[in-house]
């Protein structure tokens, strides 16, 4: 009931609690006295429901197969797996929701619904963020994500609302009317005050000294300065992350995208862009800062019309955006003697440009960067 897909993973020591309580809500463990209720809520809610949630396609079912649906789910969650809750408002269930294991050890996965009814008055934020830090709150669990639909926007506000931030896409088999096949993965950030916006002049001298404690080295901070003072700067582009510190905002995070050139095999010199460098505190390192802040800046190109970007970097990480090969698009990106060949990656967003291959020829503020 809590999401569209049953999963019989199972990997936790120890059950989740029975019951969570925030300001407003009681989530707790479906009980067979529910039925009734539950079965009341879920076919008032069906029309709300069925462009997003695959399960609505099996109902209405029967009161003694939703009776088995909770014996189903009390014994999964006994099992260290997913567990489903009822979420209560005055003792009178308003939807429904749960933590997922099917991500893999270590990692749970927040899913929920709430009547149409009591929708727009922030319930469904309230019970996401007390899904995620209860979870959070557990030695064995290391990372909390919510999935949305490409084309559920209330969704997505929700989950930035809640305190997650843009992961990862994934595509897959479309399961109700009004899915895309392209899904939005959110990850939760346990980080007071999380934020990521444009860098400002104030924030250059807190930008310095975290990239060169983040690289253990001043070049990286030289980079981001040389960059900043030349005409490949972006300014819109170039983004901090902060969170609230115990001496006001603290900078834990910084990421620039800015200007290069892509010369064509026909001596043409197209202007592109290219994704370095990225630099997250070393204290802060782990919990998706740098993830949240390569999303921000392809989003922010993507929107500002870039066809293309290109990074050198960890192939294993940066798949994770979209990158791909450069080679593989036909570019090819003078690669440094520490780096391997694959480090060479681009991500195209716009297909239709057929004359972006060649090769990247770097700012001059990368001459002194081995």
């Known amino acids: 009931m809590a999401d569209d897909r049953s999963d019989e993973t199972q990997w936790l020591p120890e059950p989740l609690p029975a019951r969570i309580e925030t300001e407003r809500l009681v989530l707790r463990l479906w009980q067979p006295d529910d039925v009734e209720a539950m079965a009341t809520v879920v076919l008032r809610s069906l029309g709300h429901l069925r462009p997003f949630m695959a399960w609505v396609v099996q109902e209405p079912i029967t009161l003694d197969r939703r009776h088995q649906l909770i014996v189903q789910w009390r014994d999964q969650w006994e099992a260290g797996g997913d567990v489903g809750y009822g979420v209560f408002l005055d003792n009178q269930p308003i939807g429904s929701c749960g933590l997922h294991c099917r991500q893999g050890p270590r990692v749970l996965e927040v899913g929920y619904w709430i009547a149409a009814e009591h929708n727009g008055r ?190 050198l970097g960890a192939p294993d990480y940066y798949c994770r955006f979209g990158f791909e090969p450069a080679t593989d698009r036909g570019i090819t990106m003078p690669v440094p003697d520490w780096a391997p060949p694959e480090a060479a990656q681009a991500i195209l967003f716009d297909q239709s440009r057929t004359d972006l291959q060649g090769t990247v020829v770097y700012p001059p503020a990368f001459d002194d960067v081995d």
């Open 122 to 311: 922030g319930y469904a934020t309230e019970l996401t963020q007390a899904l995620a830090q209860t979870a959070l709150a557990r030695p064995d669990v290391d990372s909390v994500v919510l999935q949305t639909d490409e084309a559920n926007t209330a969704s997505q506000r929700v989950a930035v609302k809640a305190g997650f931030r843009f992961a990862r896409r994934q595509t897959f088999p479309p399961l109700a009317p009004a899915q895309t096949g392209v899904e939005y993965v959110w990850r939760y950030m346990d980080l007071p005050g999380f934020t990521v916006r444009a860098e400002e002049p104030e924030d250059f001298d807190g930008i310095d000294r975290m990239v060169a404690e983040a690289f253990g080295s001043p070049v990286e901070a030289r980079l981001v300065r040389d960059i900043r003072a030349s005409s490949f700067y972006r300014p819109g582009l170039a983004l901090v992350a902060e969170i609230d510190g115990d001496f006001g905002r603290e900078i834990v995070g910084h990421v620039m995208i800015s200007g290069c050139t892509l010369r064509t095999d026909l001596g043409a010199d197209i202007d592109t862009v290219m994704l370095a460098p990225l630099a997250v505190a070393p204290t802060r390192q782990g919990h998706g800062v740098g993830a949240a802040l390569v999303w921000e800046a392809l989003e922010r190109a993507r929107a500002e019309g870039e066809p293309l970007v290109v990074v």
